[in-house]
């Protein structure tokens, strides 16, 4: 979904075909025509935009077609699926995104103070999988700015049990710049405390209160003993999620 070179510039989108505005987005210039009474009902900053103390409210009073606005740093298809969203138009929107495309447009929608508007329609964008770390790092950040506690909790346990590298190696420019650093040091004290529980387990499993037993033995009871502690139906992930307390964001990040 990264932006990309239209050589067709005055195709315009038409999320509103009756609308008052055409907004030009990104360095492609994709032209998006939708409604400024929309975007001012669910974005604050678009509210501010359109009002009479600045220009682009004046334009759209004084214009007697669709005003337009440039925003040429945004991503013309993560904004171009937030505009479909606040307008209901439910089948421009995509049921699966890549882990990228999911931060760029909850990075658009962070910036546009927009994020409650996509609370439903994201619900589905950030179901963990068995995916790489890289793009579970990515959902954890756009997890963290759509302010959806449940999946930041889920998708941090599925990189705390099934990543064993340094986090900080996950990190790239767009996961800082939308997540606070100590969101790595708590992934990594939250891991250690996952292995110990693992510790404990094996440990209270194999010891016989002698500590002496050979290998081959040692290595039967600790395949009994993980039987045991997680079940036949369960797993090692299920017994080890009470001891995973990494908490999800909160509507305000000012401190983080």
């Not at 606070?180 to 708590?186: H, M, N, P, Q, T």
């Not at 037993?213 to 993980?226: A, E, L, N, P, R």
Request: net charge negative; glycine share 6%.
């Amino acid at each position: 979904m990264e932006n990309q070179k239209d050589p067709q510039t005055n195709t315009i989108v038409e999320i509103a075909p009756d609308g008052d505005l055409i907004l030009i987005v990104g360095p492609e210039e994709a032209k998006l025509h939708v409604h400024s009474m929309l975007l001012r009902a669910v974005s604050k900053p678009f509210s501010a935009m359109f009002g009479p103390d600045w220009k682009e409210g004046h334009d759209l009073l004084d214009c007697d077609r669709p005003a337009e606005l440039l925003l040429p740093e945004d991503n013309a298809a993560a904004l171009k699926i937030i505009c479909s969203i606040i307008h209901h138009q439910n089948r421009e929107v995509p049921q699966a995104l890549a882990a990228g495309d999911v931060l760029a447009v909850a990075v658009t929608a962070d910036k546009y103070d927009c994020v409650q508007a996509l609370r439903f329609a994201s619900e589905s964008w950030l179901r963990p999988s068995r995916d790489k770390a890289g793009n579970l790092m990515l959902l954890t950040a756009a997890a963290y700015l759509f302010q959806n506690a449940q999946a930041f909790k889920e998708i941090t346990k599925a990189l705390i049990l099934e990543y064993d590298g340094p986090f900080l190696t996950l990190s790239c420019r767009k996961v800082e710049s939308a997540m606070s650093w100590k969101v790595f040091c708590l992934l990594e004290e939250q891991r250690g405390f996952a292995r110990l529980r693992v510790a404990e387990i094996l440990i209270a499993g194999v010891n016989d209160g002698t500590g002496l037993c050979s290998q081959v033995w040692m290595d039967k009871q600790i395949c009994i003993c993980i039987y045991k502690a997680v079940g036949k139906k369960g797993s090692l992930a299920s017994t080890l999620t009470p001891y995973l307390h990494l908490q999800g964001p909160t509507v305000s990040r000012e401190n983080a």
